[in-house]
């Protein structure tokens, strides 16, 4: 089972930037997709989640700017970010958790997550 997470990169304050995780070796289709990032001297931090039935949760800090979707079909998930501020800039992971994450509420919690992409930078200039 693999998550491959891509898209980060520079990008302007005020500016988009949108990444994409491909997951590998099963179907994610019924599992909680979510993306978390880690800013340097920080911890990692829920960012946004995706539940089945196109539930999707996201943080206060993100909210209104990122839009999570995914593609069952496809195995994906991606992150729309727009408005992009200096504070936006950590390394972003893609992560899928059990069905049951979103139904017991801990979706934004690392612990409830069981696989974990490698990381994409997000870099925000102002």
């Known amino acids: 089972v693999q998550l491959q997470a891509s898209g980060g990169g520079l990008v302007q304050a005020g500016g988009s930037l949108r990444l994409s995780c491909a997951a590998s070796?099963?179907?994610?289709?019924?599992?909680?997709m979510g993306w978390f990032r880690q800013a340097p001297g920080k911890e990692r931090e829920f960012v946004a989640a995706?539940?089945?039935?196109?539930?999707?949760y996201y943080s206060d800090s993100v909210k209104g700017r990122f839009t999570i979707s995914r593609d069952n079909a496809k195995n994906t998930v991606n992150l729309q970010m727009s408005g992009l501020k200096a504070e936006d800039a950590a390394v972003y992971y893609c992560?899928?958790?059990?069905?049951?994450?979103?139904?017991?509420?801990?979706?934004?919690?690392?612990?409830?997550?069981?696989?974990w992409g490698q990381g994409t930078q997000v870099t925000v200039s102002s």
């Open positions: 992560a899928a958790a059990p069905e049951r994450a979103c139904a017991r509420g801990n979706y934004d919690t690392n612990r409830a997550y069981d696989y």
């Open positions: 070796g099963r179907t994610f289709s019924a599992d909680v």
């Open positions: 995706s539940c089945s039935g196109e539930i999707t």
